[in-house]
């Protein structure tokens, strides 16, 4: 059983930062694409970014430019999203999740999520 258990959320004002976690469990993740997605109040979900654990991330330039980086830690099986300079329409519930397969940005391509961790950033 695949699990994804983000982490990390909380209340940041304008202008802070958050490191969010995603910590993947029940099977060897190598092949696997991970990536982070988010969803605020009355909006679809939208995607963030995405890395491969043998490498390479991508952020999309449009949501996040310069702001967020992916990263992750093999030996812990866990994937990062960094966000800096956060601003209130950052404020959302943020997902991790993962696919067995090539690139893709469409949640209904990704067969595990997570629960989610809000993300709330005041004014």
């Known amino acids: 059983q695949v699990q994804l258990v983000e982490s990390g959320g909380g209340l940041v004002q304008a202008g802070g930062s958050l490191r969010l976690s995603c910590a993947a469990a029940?099977?060897?993740?190598?092949?696997?694409?991970m990536a982070w997605f988010r969803q605020a109040p009355g909006k679809a979900r939208e995607f963030v970014g995405a890395?491969?654990?043998?490498?390479?991330?991508?952020v999309d330039a449009d949501l996040v430019k310069g702001r967020f980086t992916i990263s992750r830690d093999n030996a812990k099986n866990t994937v990062y999203l960094q966000m800096n300079s956060l601003k209130p329409e950052d404020t959302a519930v943020y997902y991790c999740?993962?696919?067995?397969?090539?690139?893709?940005?469409?949640?209904?391509?990704?067969?595990?999520w997570g629960q989610g961790t809000q993300v709330t950033v005041s004014s």
């Open positions: 999740a993962a696919r067995l397969s090539y690139y893709s940005n469409k949640p209904n391509e990704y067969n595990y």
């Open positions: 029940g099977r060897t993740f190598n092949n696997y694409l």
């Open positions: 890395i491969r654990w043998s490498g390479g991330s991508t």
